[in-house]
């Protein structure tokens, strides 16, 4: 059974940083492709950051390019997600889980989620 589980959210002012991380099990962790997605009240899911399976290839959305970083351990079945420079449109809360990416998306490749962590970012 795949265990996601998020950490590191919390209250932050427009212009700071918070580091997220994802512990995960249940699954073969550096086989996968991990991302991070977000979800701000009333809207849909969306998807954030990815990184790929093992050579550290990273993809963004393009709203938070240069200002968040993706990173993995995989010796830690753990990701991380840096964000720097808030602003107040990345309030919501972030998910992580395996992506696959087709078409022109990314998705989850597990149909398995965290229970995420709330990120508020105050202006």
């Known amino acids: 059974q795949v265990q996601l589980v998020e950490s590191g959210g919390g209250l932050a002012q427009a212009g700071g940083s918070l580091r997220l991380s994802c512990a995960a099990s249940g699954h073969t962790f550096s086989s996968y492709a991990m991302g991070w997605f977000r979800q701000a009240p009333g809207k849909e899911r969306e998807f954030v950051a990815a990184?790929?399976?093992?050579?550290?290839?990273?993809y963004y959305r393009n709203s938070v390019k240069g200002r968040f970083t993706i990173s993995r351990d995989n010796a830690k079945n753990t990701v991380y997600l840096q964000m720097n420079n808030l602003k107040p449109e990345d309030a919501a809360v972030y998910y992580c889980?395996?992506?696959?990416?087709?078409?022109?998306?990314?998705?989850?490749?597990?149909?398995?989620w965290g229970q995420g962590t709330l990120v508020t970012v105050s202006s």
């Open positions: 889980t395996a992506v696959k990416f087709a078409g022109s998306s990314w998705y989850n490749a597990l149909d398995a």
């Open positions: 990184i790929s399976r093992r050579d550290g290839i990273t």
